[in-house]
């Protein structure tokens, strides 16, 4: 099976700016989760989506939104963008719990944004 | 709240020396845990896992952990490091019911460098 796609690798944008990010889950997997890693904070929770639904929400400000579709690929906008939104941002995906009692998630790569 | 403690921010090791690196982690409930790791320009992956039954799981590449619930810590061991190990060690929980299992809360990491 091919693994957690995101697309693109790397990003640079403007402060002020606004970006998306795309993930494509593992074939059948349901669930994709999003994660912000940074040197000091390490990685923290944003959102959690399951059947094109926000299932959980980190603490994060509503500058960070996402969405799921159909098909379970799921994207992260980030509006007005800040010097501090420079991350590497992680998309995870897993089956569900109704799926199986087992929840892994499965890392994709990362998109690294650096924000000017 | 909720938070995983990981003991050491960076440990040195010489091949062939073992390794333990600490977790512990704060959470009311029934719990997940996950070790996963990064190695220099990769993603994350994960090492192993527990969910429940046998606390000493064993995980890829030689490595275990021991789950203790009365010290609430769930620590990575090896007993023989080579330098392929090199890498940064992610300690992670999550809720094992609720609806919150997309939501990994994770340490900040531990940089383990092995010495050839």
């Known amino acids: 099976k091919a693994g957690v796609t995101q697309t693109p690798r790397y990003l640079i944008k403007t402060r002020g700016q606004q970006v998306t990010l795309s993930c494509s889950p593992i074939?059948?997997?349901?669930?994709v989760s999003w994660y912000q890693q940074t040197p000091g904070q390490g990685l923290q929770f944003l959102f959690e989506?399951?059947?094109?639904?926000?299932?959980n929400k980190g603490n994060f400000p509503g500058r960070f939104s996402g969405r799921q579709f159909s098909n379970s690929r799921s994207e992260m906008n980030v509006s007005t963008l800040e010097l501090g939104d420079s991350a590497l941002y992680l998309c995870?995906?897993?089956?569900?719990?109704?799926?199986?009692?087992?929840?892994?998630?499965?890392f994709g790569p990362g998109t690294r944004l650096t924000v000017t | 709240a909720q938070s995983v403690s990981q003991h050491n921010h960076h440990v040195i090791l010489s091949e062939a020396a073992s390794l333990e690196l600490g977790c512990n982690y704060s959470?009311?409930?029934?719990?997940?845990l996950f070790w996963y790791v990064q190695y220099p320009g990769q993603h994350l992956q994960l090492l192993l896992k527990y969910f429940s039954g046998d606390p000493l799981v064993k995980g890829i590449k030689g490595f275990e952990a021991e789950f203790i619930k009365s010290k609430f810590s769930f620590n990575l061991r090896k007993p023989s490091v080579q330098w392929s190990d090199t890498a940064e060690y992610f300690c992670?929980?999550?809720?094992?019911?609720?609806?919150?299992?997309?939501?990994?809360?994770f340490g900040k990491g531990t940089k383990l460098s092995v010495k050839p």
């Open positions: 959470y009311g409930g029934t719990v997940n």
């Open positions: 992670a929980v999550n809720a094992a019911y609720g609806g919150s299992q997309g939501n990994l809360i």
């Open positions: 989506y399951f059947s094109e639904t926000q299932r």
């Open positions: 074939s059948g997997h349901r669930s």
């Open positions: 995870a995906s897993s089956l569900s719990p109704r799926e199986s009692p087992y929840y892994e998630q499965y």
